[in-house]
């Protein structure tokens, strides 16, 4: 089983629309969760870390069940610059080393 | 806004030759990184560097791998023997703290190393 595991997508969906993402990780020692995203041949970036209780900013919100090893990711509202690559990532307890899932990719189109 | 910088951006080299990634973090951040990327696939961790050392590193980071802070500003992945399978984005990252709380890390832009 992969460490982490995303559906890769590609997602296409309309602008305005309501698009989720989920993840599953295979550790059960896993420790923090995020989500990053990455825009073609770009770098990724922290986009949200993901809490126990659930945490939203903006128009996303990202939720954690830990008994079943699952991550997820809302977007509301999605902007045609939300077409990204949306990158599920997990500490399993160490300080230095965050494990990527292969990630999912969104298309918002007009 | 600081940022990571990464020289250089592309490297084209033959099999089997040295080659050195350089990388200049954030000037406050204390963990600097290497990760790298095969097209198509994912961010791979490599290697992790405190307080001048190596504090942890993955399986791909074999004896091929060094890496080095030669003067307290730059952070430099060294390749001694490059593989066709060695071509990829490597990125360098760093961060002021260790990832376990906040996660964040600050990636530079990649250097894409393409090995003939």
């Known amino acids: 089983r992969k460490e982490v595991e995303q559906d890769p997508g590609p997602f296409n969906v309309p602008e305005g629309a309501t698009v989720a993402f989920n993840c599953t990780y295979s550790?059960?020692?896993?420790?923090?969760f995020f989500w990053y995203r990455q825009d073609c041949r770009k770098e990724p970036k922290l986009l949200m870390s993901?809490?126990?209780s659930g945490n939203e900013d903006g128009r996303f919100t990202a939720q954690l069940n830990r008994a079943s090893q699952y991550i997820s990711l809302l977007i509301r509202d999605s902007k045609l610059s939300d077409s990204a690559t949306y990158l599920c990532?997990?500490?399993?307890?160490?300080?230095?080393?965050?494990?990527f899932g292969t990630g999912t990719r969104l298309q918002v189109t007009l | 806004e600081p940022e990571v910088t990464q020289t250089p951006s592309h490297q084209v080299t033959q099999m089997g030759q040295e080659v050195i990634l350089r990388c200049v973090p954030i000037?406050?951040?204390?963990?600097f990184y290497w990760y790298r990327q095969i097209l198509g696939q994912k961010v791979e961790f490599l290697v992790s560097f405190y307080n001048n050392e190596i504090s942890e590193k993955s399986e791909i980071f074999d004896d091929q791998f060094s890496v080095e802070r030669p003067d307290g500003s730059n952070f430099t992945l060294k390749i001694r023997s490059t593989k066709l399978e060695d071509s990829a984005m490597y990125f360098c990252?760093?961060?002021?703290?260790?990832?376990?709380?906040?996660?964040?890390?600050?990636f530079g832009e990649g250097s894409r190393l393409t090995v003939l």
């Open positions: 550790n059960s020692a896993s420790q923090s």
């Open positions: 993901v809490y126990s």
């Open positions: 990532v997990v500490n399993t307890g160490t300080a230095s080393k965050l494990t």
């Open positions: 000037s406050n951040h204390l963990y």
């Open positions: 990252a760093s961060s002021v703290q260790g990832v376990l709380r906040t996660g964040e890390l600050f």
